[in-house]
Structures are given as C-alpha cells and as structure tokens.
C-alpha cells in the first residue's frame, strides 16, 4: 500500500492511498480519513460509496463529512467506483464501465476480469483497512450517493454483520427497474434477472432482509428522480415494516451541495449507531 | 448579469453568476452564497479572496464556508483571482497573470488594462453585489487564504469603512520582502517600491491602520512559510499593539483541508462582529 498523500484536517488525517488490489487486477486508490480520537485506540468506521462518474476523491472533497467524522470520532473510508486503467475494459457512456461499477461482480464478458466492486468493497478493501488502519471492525456502517447509495443498501442488507448501520443519499433505489441498472446489470450479470435480485434495494427490503433501521434523504428537485425511483424504496419501508426515516428534502436537486446538506445528521447517524 | 447555476445548500442558495467587468474589461465569474435568513431580508456578508491558480470555484467547493453562513445567517462572496482570457495578459509562472492577481491595480504594461483586482472587488464587484444581492452593506466583513489573505488584510486596512471585520487564512503577509510579492509588485506596480506599501499588511498593521481586531491562523507545517512570513506580521500585530488573535496550528499544511479546518471559527469571529 503506498501512501498518495496525508493532511490534517479537523484535528485528525485525511489520507489518500493506493495499493494493487487481487480483486479488480489493478491498481485501486482509496481515502480514509482518521479523526483525532483514532490516535487514541480503534474509532468506529464508515464506508462512503460514491455514484456515476466519481471517484475516492468527490465526495472527499465535497462531502463535509471529515468534520462530522471529527466529532464523533468516527473513520470514513472513500474507495473508488470502479477498476481504473489501459487495460480494463471500459464503454464509451458515463454510466457503464470506469467510474461506474454499480457494486457488483461481474459475470460476463468483457467486465468479469477487473469489475468486480461487490467483492473488492465488502472483503478484499474492508481487510486492507481493517489491517492498516485503527478501526473498530465490530462497529462499521455504510452509506453512500445515488449509485453508491444503491451499494450502500445493498452491501448493508447481504452483510448485515458487517454493517451495522445503513444511510443513503439520493440512492438508486429500484435498478432492476431503472435504465440506471437494467443496462448495467444486463452487461455486468447476464440477461437472467435473478441474478440482478441480490443488487436492488427495493426487493430487498420488501424481502425484509434489513432488521436495523434505515435513514435515506432525496432532493425533491432532484434533477434524476425518475431514474432512482425513490418512491419504490419509501413504498418497500413502509410495507415491510421494516425501521426508517425516509426524508423528501425540498429545493435539494442531485449534487454534493445536497449531500454536504445533510452529512450532518447522516454521521450522527451512524456515530449513535456504532 | 449571467445565471450560471444554482443550487440548494444548507437551506440557502448557492449561485455562480457571471458578468462583462468595466473594471477589468473581461468577463468575470464570481460566486454568492446566500443563508436562509435572505428570504426574510437583509443579511451580513463576507467575502472571501482567493489564493495563487484559483477561481471563484476552489474555496466554494472546499472551504465548507456555506454551512456555518447558513447558521449565522451571513452571505459570502468568492470572486475571482484575476481578469481572464484569450485577450488578457498571462505569464507561464503560475504566480504572475491570470489566476495571480494580488489584489492590485496593475500600472504597468502588460498588465494595465485587465489587471485591477483591488478595485474590481472593492468597487465594482462590491456594487453589483449590493445591487442584485440581499445584502446589508453597512455589515460586511473580509478574509481570504494565502494571496487572498493578502488581499482581505490589505483591502480590509484600506476600506475600514467599507470592511468592518477581518480574518486571514495563511495570508502572503509581507509581499514587498517575499518572493510571493517582490516580483509580482515589481510586474503590475513598477520597480519604484513606495507604490507598494499599500500593499503589505505587515507594514500597514504597523503603521496602524487597522483599528479594530484580525484573526490570523496559519498552518505551523506550511510548505510556504518562507514565502508567506507570518512572523512578520505577527510581530507587527504585537509592535502596533493591534488587537488580535494569530494562531499557528500545529501540523496543518497550506490546503483547503486547513482552511476548512478553522472556517467556522472564523464565519463566527465575522457574524460577532457584524
């Protein structure tokens, strides 16, 4: 793992790193950021997955969360969205290929080599972390924006051990149904929809596969709303029963000003969670 | 004036406008953010200038300024660090020309016709701010990170009227004895040096100019300390027996991650004093 650079920020360390990773076969660059209570003894820990186009470093700089993360005594980790380089493979729309994962793994061609961001996030990044970094592996939560609030949802509810607390921003809540997510899905998994059944937080958790409680914010303007189908997911809280606050924010459109809006009260979130 | 974007953040507005400046004969792009509390009148403002290679941008999106103008319902101002374009003067150096205007009015050539900094903010910026903006003008504060703590102590010092409180980030704080300084002074303002005391907050701090408080913080692991020379101004503060706070940091460096760091105690040392 090499050390890209390290700052300090609110008292604690904003790093930037890079390491060759066996999942992805590349190389993968990633941000944590360690609060001050971290030179203390092992924080707590949030994973933050970011959406279309982006990679560890937007919502590093856009979030706000460091300061939040700073308060609480929490770590927050910024992997990036998808395997990156000459040799990966890669499509000429913004929404399929680099930059645009969607947090699954790969079946088919010519994705299954290097696209494989389920597992890359979930086990061979959450180890490096664990190792390198004093966390508390006991006391982890996830959220993310759009496609990364889709891999929020979707990592907390198959690793619901792993993640004890879930929130997202402006997630793409219903893929299966969305033209964001059936033509990644298609590409990435094969024309079969049951293998897409594991990767739609609106199937998920009408299934009742989420026990803990949830937090999602949405802009009302939200310039994509049709695309994240952010009333499939409200209507799946509310008929599974299962725990949440799903919040319509109005005059909030799709952007980082929106997420930084409201980072806030998504860390405190999970700092009382954790 | 141009509507560039807007968009919702912490419950306010934040725009980026665009307008065709008389001052520096060039277009001009600045930024405005305005809290909450605008919708019901008028409200304080603060401008924040730019350092070395930035636009309006850098500090909108990483100085985390908007969320505590949001709570002390304050409006803030980024301009521009320069005049640009294809017809405006430029230098290869990333310190001279566009993105590097020290906050002068440029008498020398090339630089004359575009490069009047200091009166495009203090007059015409200021104007039409006040003009198009739910500001109250009686109640407007400055502060700015490297050159542009430069340009807010220097602008700050020569408009007490206009600028009723003052903070630096980092500032460039004696220009006319730095190499951040001496060579652009010489290009805009000419080889003879009395023009450029009105331009070095160390020598204006000691001839006391500032009659009420500055807050200084400045990064002690700041990789231009021998440009920027704090202690020159710090010892200025002491020698004119101004009030004020200057504060070296421990282990923070010259990046927006230090900036971000002390922006609420700074957001807050202007809306006291406003």
Known sequence: ME?????????GVQGVYRHASETTHCAMTFAVYL???????????LWYLSGLTCTHEN???????????????????????SPRGDGVADDEAYDLGQGA?????????????????FSYVSC????????????????????????GGHGALTLAMRFPDLYRSVSAFAP?????????GRKQLTAYLGKDETAWRGHDATLMVKEGLWKRDILVDQGASDQFLDLLWPESLSGAIAESRTAGVFRMQPGYDHSYWFV????????RWHAERL
Chains 1, 2 share one sequence.
Request: aromatic share 10%; charged share 15%; proline share 8%.
């Open 101 to 117: 994962g969607f947090y699954v793994d790969a079946t088919q061609a010519p994705w299954a080599p290097h696209f494989r961001m």
């Open 172 to 180: 793409i809540a219903h893929p299966t149904a969305s033209d964001w």
């Open 35 to 45: 609060p001050p209570a971290a030179q203390q003894g092992r924080v707590p820990c």
């Open 260 to 267: 930084s809006s409201f980072m806030e009260d998504h860390v």
């Open 3 to 11: 050390t890209v650079s390290e700052n300090r920020a609110f008292g």
């Open 59 to 81: 919502a590093m700089l856009k979030s706000g969360a460091q300061q939040w993360a700073a308060r609480h005594g929490m770590a927050v980790v910024f992997p990036d969205t």
């Open 124 to 147: 061979e990044l959450q180890a490096l972390v664990a190792a390198r970094f004093p966390i508390d592996v006991e006391r982890q939560g996830i959220t993310g924006h759009s496609m």
